[in-house]
């Protein structure tokens, strides 16, 4: 009794097995024979739609291609490096320009984030997301979003967060003072670096000497602002200004506004513009400060203000293909790596 119950279960079993081998096989037959009958133009669509959903998932949600398209970031970043950035750290959008997902980390002091320009100015919702769909497809070969000059305009910014809420700065002669929160005396920017043990260079284009030209190249505006003649010793020691290759805007910016101010005194809005100069910067809560790490070729937080978390997009992860790479390929080579 035991032996044909035995011998039953394994007829069964083979029965069972003979079934699905035979199912499967059946399903294998029928998968290419659907195959052989499918357009062949079809099949290059399906599996290039396939990739680029893919491509335009990860650079979305994880990992987004981003070319590095000024020297604002020397010597961090170089022009044309191609970067990767970390978009699931801070929380990525829902859908490119709307929504973020939320997320525990906030940027920290020294990331080096990516974040809309907060000066870009929109050319409709459409645009600026197909501008941003083909850009990620192309892993930045194709940016369709160009001003009149055929030059590609700054939606998105890559600048060292350097500020946090609390914090505040002032910038005299290009040299950044901070006062971060709870302390009681503004730093210098050498000394708060080493005390935070910051080790990133900060590249100066400008010397200490191209100051008092620079400065005087300012008041010199003021003068022709206000329709008065410029005092030939003034005109002189500006005259130089014209040889500097990367001016300072800021420090001319306060010079000019110092003679507006000393002409116009009822004017509340020259003292309110020169205050920004003379009492500087201040991080709200929950907003980050940014600066490029190139001081004097770099339109950062000194321009446009502090900018909102919700604004910021993502860290710089690597460098996965320097710019310069054709030419220098053993210096580039070492630049391989992460971003810090």
């Known amino acids: 009794m035991t032996q044909k119950s035995g011998a039953d279960f394994f007829d069964r079993l083979q029965l069972i097995t003979e079934k699905c081998l035979s199912c499967r096989k059946r399903k294998i037959r029928v998968k290419k024979e659907k195959q052989k009958k499918k357009n062949v133009i079809a099949d290059w669509i399906e599996a290039f739609l396939w990739a680029a959903g893919m491509v335009l998932l990860i650079n979305q949600y994880l990992f987004q291609a981003y070319q590095i398209p000024s020297g604002s970031m020397i010597d961090t970043l170089l022009i044309g490096d191609h970067i990767f950035v970390n978009k699931i750290i801070y929380g990525p959008e829902l859908l490119p320009g709307f929504g973020k997902l939320p997320s525990p980390i906030k940027p920290k002091r020294n990331d080096v984030i990516i974040f809309e320009n907060p000066s870009y100015i929109s050319r409709g919702t459409v645009f600026d997301i197909a501008q941003r769909v083909i850009y990620m497809l192309t892993l930045t070969l194709v940016d369709i979003d160009r001003d009149e000059q055929g030059q590609p305009r700054a939606h998105f910014l890559i600048k060292r967060a350097v ?28 000394e708060f670096r080493v005390q935070r043990g910051m080790t990133h260079n900060i590249s100066r284009l400008m010397d200490e000497s191209a100051y008092p030209a620079l400065e005087a190249a300012g008041r010199a505006a003021g003068y022709r602002d206000i329709g008065l003649p ?35 005194p009822h004017e509340s809005r020259y003292s309110v513009l020169l205050a920004r100069h003379s009492l500087g910067y201040y991080v709200p809560e929950s907003r980050v400060f940014p600066l490029g790490d190139s001081r004097d070729n770099s339109r950062d937080g000194r321009y446009f203000g502090p900018v909102k978390g919700s604004r910021i997009l993502g860290r710089g992860a690597i460098i996965y293909w320097p710019g310069e790479f054709r030419n220098k390929r053993f210096e580039a080579f070492q630049r391989f790596g992460p971003i810090r």
């Open 230 to 264: 410029i005092p030939p010793p003034l005109q002189s020691l500006a005259a130089p200004i014209s040889r500097i290759e990367y001016p300072d805007f800021i420090a001319h910016e306060k010079a000019r506004l110092e003679i507006l101010r000393s002409a116009y």
């Open 163 to 190: 500020g946090m809420g609390g914090d505040r700065f002032i910038q005299e002669r290009g040299n950044m003072l901070f006062r971060p929160a709870g302390e009681s005396r503004w730093i210098d920017e050498n």
